[in-house]
């Protein structure tokens, strides 16, 4: 049973990417399916930001290197960072060039900006 | 005192991204954080907050349980044939006053089931969220003043 190990580290990443490709894949199918912007931030700011979570944690303990490990984790804080930001700025410059909601949306309490006219 | 653990936290986290814990890395490290800390030294010195450690350690452990949550009811919702959607956009009268606080809460609230913040009043009074199921705003501002916004408030208190 000298295998023990490897064999669990094996089954850990291998479930790992599994499940992390599974996130990613589901996040590009909301991206396809949903039916404005606004919703396909959705999937693509939380599962996107689980799948290459999942993905780089694989990678880091598939290495067995706690330098890259680390790396990895540290991936995954920058994303967690940065992709609420790049759906919220995206939300909201959709919004402000006039882009309209679904018509299946129920409520849209934002104001619309007043449309500036510009000179030709 | 704040300035050198944040500068240590730095160098840290610059040996950690660039894998190599050797004497001239940290040092390199320290330098390259010292720098950065001197580029937004005035934001650096206005932002000093009284942090309870407990309560930010909760607050992190919840944010992970509900970024599972948020991203597992996605995928769910998205491999689902007839979505039923009912999206929009709800005002949130947002509590918290300082930008720190108002920036992290409106980033856990992107990152959590079914809402998307998309702009803040300039008044920094209006949160503007977009929710994938906008039946009951009530019920969403709800659970987001008692949950996010209380923790937030716990966190760093005044």
């Not at chain 1, 990417?17 to 912007?37: C, E, K, N, T």
């Not at chain 2, 949550?69 to 005002?91: D, E, H, T, Y």
């Not at chain 2, 609230?109 to 969220?129: A, F, H, Q």
């Not at chain 2, 659970?143 to 209380?150: D, H, M």
Request: proline fraction near 5%; hydrophobic fraction near 55%; charged fraction near 15%.
């Amino acid at each position: 049973m000298t295998d023990d190990p490897d064999m669990l580290t094996a089954v850990a990443v291998s479930a790992l990417l599994v499940i992390g490709s599974l996130f990613s894949v589901l996040a590009a199918l909301g991206l396809l399916r949903f039916p404005d912007l606004y919703t396909r931030m959705h999937a693509a700011s939380k599962a996107g930001t689980i799948g290459s979570g999942l993905l780089l944690l694989a990678a880091g303990i598939h290495a067995m290197d706690i330098a890259i490990l680390l790396r990895a984790l540290a991936g995954f804080a920058f994303f967690v960072l940065t992709a609420p930001l790049s759906a919220h700025l995206l939300a909201k410059a959709a919004h402000q060039a006039g882009y309209r909601l679904t018509n299946l949306s129920v409520t849209d309490q934002l104001p619309q900006p007043q449309p500036k006219s510009r000179p030709h | 005192m704040t300035f050198l653990a944040v500068n240590l936290l730095l160098m840290l986290t610059w040996a950690a991204v660039s894998g190599s814990f050797t004497l001239h890395n940290l040092l390199l490290g320290l330098a390259v954080g010292a720098l950065s800390l001197w580029l937004v030294r005035e934001q650096f010195a206005a932002a000093r907050h009284r942090v309870n450690l407990v309560k930010l350690l909760v607050l992190t452990a919840v944010f992970f349980k509900e970024l599972s949550l948020s991203a597992i009811k996605v995928a769910l919702l998205v491999i689902r044939p007839n979505m039923q959607l009912r999206p929009g956009i709800f005002a949130f009268p947002l509590t918290l006053t300082r930008d720190f606080e108002i920036t992290l809460l409106a980033n856990l609230i992107t990152l959590t089931p079914g809402t998307l913040s998309v702009d803040v009043s300039d008044d920094r009074k209006t949160l503007y969220v977009h929710a994938l199921d906008c039946h009951d705003p009530a019920a969403e501002k709800r659970a987001i003043s008692t949950g996010f916004e209380r923790r937030i408030r716990e966190a760093f208190p005044l």
